[in-house]
């Protein structure tokens, strides 16, 4: 009798074991399924969101004109009635000695912004490139944001900076919208590994970079793929 106890026992808890792997191997599918099509929604969404501020910062730089901002003005607002409500938070010129000259928010003291990266980087270069900063808190919108910014050159002179902000609020919330369960972490990061914003913690999470390497930070990495880890950021395993 204790022998087909103990018989009964084992096949009883082998069944539990292999129903557990069973369960276990088809969460995993249908999470890897989920993450795939969560995946390929925030990259159309994003893409288009940023390739659309791409062209509209080389439209208000062909509009500016330092005497003439009513032009600029109307450009503003033609753009803002294209984009998504509540997206764009500012757009602004720096001159060429760093100070703020224009802001379509408005602006009462005389501001030197020649100390930010975003502006930094386009007198180091003369490349007619799109520029995407990490996110920062406005001198003059006082809300966090992201800023696309382009030179602005006549004749091959550098006469200053356009920016663009992204409110970091609106990007959020296109993730918060996505995510199919309150507990998937999604996130938008830079190239160089820094969070551009993240649907959870996302205050907590902004500007500051992965951990630890990650396969899509590589070089070579594929355009899409999957793994499995340990979140540096919160300590939850992911796929």
Not at 12 to 35: C, F, G, H, M, P
Not at 136 to 162: C, M, P
Not at 213 to 234: L, N
Request: proline content about 2%; aromatic content about 10%; charged content about 30%.
């Amino acid at each position: 009798l204790f022998s087909f106890l103990c018989f009964g026992s084992v096949m009883y808890w082998k069944e539990i074991n292999d129903a557990s792997r069973i369960l276990e191997t088809e969460t995993l599918k249908q999470t890897t399924v989920r993450a795939k099509q969560v995946n390929s929604s925030i990259t159309v969404a994003v893409s288009i969101l940023f390739r659309d501020i791409d062209h509209y910062t080389k439209e208000l730089i062909e509009a500016f004109d330092s005497k003439k901002t009513a032009l600029l003005n109307a450009k503003i607002e033609e753009i803002k009635a294209k984009m998504p409500n509540n997206s764009v938070l500012q757009v602004a010129i720096i001159d060429a000695q760093g100070y703020l000259t224009y802001s379509n928010l408005g602006f009462s003291e005389r501001l030197y912004l020649g100390d930010r990266k975003h502006f930094k980087v386009h007198t180091e270069s003369s490349e007619d490139k799109l520029y995407i900063s990490e996110p920062i808190f406005g001198r003059v919108s006082k809300e966090w944001s992201i800023q696309f910014t382009r030179s602005i050159r006549e004749n091959g002179e550098f006469k200053g900076v356009l920016v663009f902000s992204l409110s970091v609020k609106y990007l959020q919330k296109i993730l918060e919208d996505i995510a199919l369960a309150n507990n998937d972490s999604l996130s938008i990061l830079k190239e160089t590994g820094e969070y551009l914003v993240r649907n959870l913690d996302n205050e907590k999470a902004m500007g500051k970079a992965l951990a630890k390497e990650r396969p899509y930070t590589k070089k070579d990495a594929p355009v899409q793929g999957e793994f499995r880890d340990v979140s540096g950021f919160d300590g939850v395993a992911r796929l």
